[in-house]
C-alpha cells in the first residue's frame, strides 16, 4: 500500500495508489518465464495446523462475540509478549485488545481516540501509508518526522512509531524508543507502535515500547500494535491486537462496541492457539531468513545497494536513479516491486523488495538477476 499523486477519492484521500504499477505487471508478466511478484507483502505460506485447528473446533459460534475478546485470547497475547520480549507488564484483563487485523486499527486509531480538527498525528517520514489515511479520516493534520527535532514546535496529540520499519526495515534502538516516547509525554501525547514485524529482526536486537527501558515501567499514553498475518500466515484471519495503557484501551474498547468492531469467535480461538505455539514461528523465521539471504546476495550482484533492512519482511533496495526507472528494469525481467515513493518522497531512489515469495519464486528472480 502506499501514497501516489492521483485523483483525490472520497473525503479527499488520495487514489489508491497500486493502479499506478499496472502497467508494470503487465510488462513483468509478459517475461518469457512468468511474473514474480515481490511487491505485496502478502503471506504465501501455509496457515499453521494450530490455528486451523481451533478455527474448526470453535466454527459453532451462533452467538455475537464481545468486544473485548475472550479471556482466553487476551490471556494468550499477554503471554506471548512476556515469553518472547519478557514484557510481565500487560495485564490480560485490561491491557489487551483484538482488533480485525491491525491496518483497521491503524487507520481508525485517531477517530476512535476522538481525534479530530486541529490535531496533529505524527508518522514517520518513510512509512506504511495508513497512518497518513488514518489521521485523515479523523479530520487531523498528518506530520511526517523521524525525531523530536524535526518536529520543532508541533504538539502533536497522537505519535505513530514503527519499527521494525515498512518499507526499509529500520529497527529502532530502545534509546531512540525512550527518547520520542519521553518527548511526547512531555506534551501530553500518545505514542502508538506498530510492531507487527518485531518477530523478524535480522541484523539488530526488536525492542518493543511496553519494554520497561523503553516507557520507564509505565504504559501510560501508550499503545502497541501487533498482528499476526506475517508471524502466522493469518492474514487472511484478520486478527490483530493492541496492548498497552488500560485507561487507552478502556476508551477504544467503548467506541468500538457502539461500531460493532468484533472479532469473530472462531478467529479468536484460531489467534489464541497461534499466540501459544511458537514453534511455527520459529520455523517461518527460517524461511524468510532463507529468502532473505538469497535476495540479498542476488540483488548486491546485480548492482543494487541494500540500505536498512535489519528487520522486517523487505529489502529496501536503490540503483541510484529514480525509482520507477528501477521498477522498470526489475519488470523487464519479470520480477515486480514496489516504487519507494508510494511510502514517502524519501524513497523516490528505493525499491522494496518484499521477501513475501516462494522459495520457487524467489530462486527465480534471483537466477534473472544474476544473469545480469
Same mark, same amino acid.
Given at each position: 500500500?502506499?501514497?501516489?499523486?492521483?485523483?483525490?477519492?472520497?473525503?479527499?484521500?488520495?487514489?489508491? &495508489?497500486?493502479?499506478?504499477?499496472? &502497467?508494470?505487471?503487465?510488462?513483468?508478466?509478459?517475461?518469457?518465464?512468468?511474473?514474480?511478484?515481490?511487491?505485496?507483502?502478502? &503471506?504465501?505460506? =501455509?496457515?499453521?495446523?494450530?490455528?486451523?485447528?481451533?478455527?474448526? @473446533?470453535?466454527?459453532?459460534?451462533?452467538?455475537?462475540?464481545?468486544?473485548?475478546?475472550?479471556?482466553?485470547?487476551?490471556?494468550?497475547?499477554?503471554?506471548?509478549?512476556?515469553?518472547?520480549?519478557?514484557?510481565?507488564?500487560?495485564? &490480560?484483563?485490561?491491557?489487551?485488545?483484538?482488533?480485525?487485523?491491525?491496518?483497521?486499527?491503524?487507520?481508525?486509531?485517531?477517530?476512535?481516540? +476522538?481525534?479530530?480538527?486541529?490535531?496533529?498525528?505524527?508518522?514517520?517520514?518513510?512509512?506504511?501509508?495508513?497512518?497518513?489515511?488514518?489521521?485523515?479520516?479523523?479530520?487531523?493534520?498528518?506530520?511526517?518526522?523521524?525525531?523530536?527535532?524535526?518536529?520543532?514546535?508541533?504538539?502533536?496529540?497522537?505519535?505513530?512509531?514503527?519499527?521494525?520499519?515498512?518499507?526499509?526495515?529500520?529497527?529502532?534502538?530502545?534509546?531512540?524508543?525512550?527518547?520520542?516516547?519521553?518527548?511526547?509525554?512531555?506534551?501530553?501525547?500518545?505514542? @502508538?507502535?506498530?510492531?507487527?514485524?518485531?518477530?523478524?529482526?535480522?541484523?539488530?536486537?526488536?525492542?518493543?515500547?511496553?519494554? =520497561?527501558?523503553?516507557?520507564?515501567?509505565?504504559?501510560?499514553?501508550?499503545? !502497541?500494535?501487533?498482528?499476526?498475518?506475517?508471524?502466522?500466515?493469518?492474514?487472511?484471519?484478520?486478527?490483530?491486537?493492541?496492548?498497552?495503557? =488500560?485507561?487507552?484501551?478502556?476508551?477504544?474498547?467503548?467506541?468500538?462496541?457502539?461500531?460493532?468492531?468484533?472479532?469473530?469467535? =472462531?478467529?479468536?480461538?484460531?489467534?489464541?492457539?497461534?499466540?501459544?505455539?511458537?514453534?511455527?514461528?520459529?520455523?517461518?523465521?527460517?524461511?524468510?531468513?532463507?529468502?532473505?539471504?538469497?535476495?540479498?546476495?542476488?540483488?548486491?550482484?546485480?548492482?543494487?545497494?541494500?540500505?536498512?533492512?535489519?528487520?522486517?519482511?523487505? #529489502?529496501?533496495?536503490?540503483?541510484?536513479?529514480?525509482?520507477?526507472?528501477?521498477?522498470?528494469?526489475?519488470?523487464?525481467?519479470?520480477?515486480?516491486? @514496489?516504487?519507494?515513493?508510494?511510502? +514517502?518522497?524519501?524513497?523516490?531512489?528505493?525499491?522494496?523488495?518484499? #521477501?513475501?515469495?516462494?522459495?520457487?519464486?524467489?530462486? !527465480?528472480?534471483?537466477?534473472?538477476?544474476?544473469?545480469?
Amino acid at each position: 500500500m502506499g501514497d501516489v499523486a492521483g485523483t483525490a477519492g472520497p473525503l479527499n484521500l488520495p487514489a489508491f &495508489p497500486w493502479d499506478s504499477l499496472v &502497467p508494470y505487471r503487465e510488462r513483468a508478466h509478459a517475461h518469457p518465464d512468468g511474473l514474480v511478484d515481490l511487491s505485496v507483502g502478502t &503471506p504465501v505460506d =501455509p496457515t499453521p495446523q494450530v490455528a486451523r485447528e481451533a478455527l474448526a @473446533a470453535a466454527a459453532d459460534a451462533p452467538g455475537y462475540p464481545t468486544t473485548q475478546g475472550t479471556a482466553a485470547v487476551r490471556a494468550a497475547a499477554a503471554g506471548w509478549l512476556r515469553r518472547r520480549f519478557g514484557i510481565g507488564t500487560v495485564d &490480560p484483563d485490561g491491557g489487551v485488545l483484538p482488533s480485525i487485523g491491525s491496518k483497521e486499527l491503524v487507520a481508525w486509531l485517531p477517530t476512535l481516540l +476522538g481525534l479530530g480538527a486541529g490535531d496533529v498525528v505524527v508518522h514517520p517520514e518513510l512509512a506504511y501509508p495508513t497512518y497518513d489515511i488514518g489521521a485523515r479520516l479523523a479530520g487531523a493534520r498528518p506530520v511526517a518526522a523521524d525525531s523530536s527535532v524535526a518536529l520543532g514546535p508541533e504538539r502533536p496529540a497522537l505519535v505513530w512509531l514503527n519499527s521494525p520499519a515498512n518499507p526499509h526495515g529500520a529497527v529502532l534502538p530502545a534509546e531512540h524508543l525512550a527518547k520520542m516516547v519521553a518527548w511526547a509525554r512531555e506534551r501530553g501525547a500518545i505514542v @502508538a507502535a506498530d510492531e507487527c514485524y518485531l518477530e523478524f529482526c535480522w541484523e539488530a536486537e526488536p525492542v518493543s515500547v511496553l519494554d =520497561p527501558a523503553v516507557n520507564g515501567g509505565s504504559l501510560d499514553g501508550i499503545l !502497541a500494535v501487533h498482528s499476526l498475518s506475517k508471524r502466522s500466515n493469518l492474514a487472511g484471519y484478520r486478527a490483530g491486537f493492541v496492548a498497552g495503557d =488500560p485507561v487507552l484501551l478502556d476508551k477504544l474498547l467503548q467506541v468500538r462496541r457502539h461500531a460493532g468492531m468484533m472479532m469473530p469467535a =472462531p478467529v479468536q480461538a484460531a489467534m489464541a492457539a497461534a499466540l501459544d505455539d511458537d514453534r511455527h514461528v520459529d520455523e517461518q523465521r527460517e524461511r524468510y531468513l532463507r529468502r532473505r539471504t538469497t535476495l540479498h546476495a542476488a540483488l548486491t550482484s546485480a548492482g543494487f545497494r541494500i540500505d536498512h533492512s535489519a528487520g522486517s519482511l523487505y #529489502l529496501w533496495a536503490s540503483r541510484d536513479e529514480p525509482c520507477w526507472d528501477t521498477v522498470g528494469w526489475l519488470a523487464d525481467r519479470g520480477i515486480l516491486v @514496489a516504487p519507494g515513493e508510494y511510502y +514517502g518522497p524519501p524513497g523516490r531512489s528505493h525499491v522494496r523488495v518484499a #521477501l513475501t515469495a516462494t522459495d520457487d519464486q524467489i530462486t !527465480a528472480a534471483a537466477e534473472r538477476l544474476r544473469g545480469v
